[in-house]
């Protein structure tokens, strides 16, 4: 049993852009679905979309490439882990990579993407980057 499902679906999608393939399977937790789709609105992936199968459900990821066949996605990383948590107020979550990355914070007002956070001025745990 996976008892983190935001790392296994972070390291998923890095597996698969890696091998450059189009779609990728996850597990289906609320937390995991909420960060797609602040990637979904930062342009790191496609779409996703739930798909139910019996009583497990699962999210199907399509990934995103440039012209050039590279992956959009440089790097994707769990910050704050289960032995570990990592929290930080809005002041301190401002820019990531000089504004071209990104990091999930989960917050009192749902999970957000740095620039979110810091516009609606709440902090909380973080909980991935990308770039």
Do not use: C
């Not at 091998?19 to 992936?45: C, G, P, W």
């Not at 497990?56 to 882990?81: G, H, P, Q, R």
């Not at 289960?82 to 917050?107: A, H, L, M, Q, W």
Request: proline share 1%; net charge positive; glycine share 6%.
């Amino acid at each position: 049993m996976i008892n983190d499902l935001l790392a296994d679906a972070l390291t998923r999608i890095r597996n698969a852009s890696l091998r450059k393939l189009d779609v990728t399977q996850l597990m289906h937790s609320k937390l995991v679905e909420a960060v797609l789709v602040v990637f979904q609105n930062k342009n790191y992936i496609e779409s996703f979309n739930v798909i139910e199968d019996g009583k497990k459900k699962f999210i199907k990821v399509v990934l995103k490439y440039d012209k050039n066949e590279n992956s959009v996605i440089t790097e994707v990383k769990k910050i704050s882990k289960p032995g570990r948590r990592v929290y930080k107020g809005s002041d301190e979550i401002k820019k990531f990579k000089n504004g071209y990355g990104t990091i999930v914070v989960s917050t009192s007002k749902g999970v957000l993407s740095n620039d979110d956070a810091h516009k609606e001025k709440v902090g909380g745990e973080v909980l991935a980057s990308i770039w």
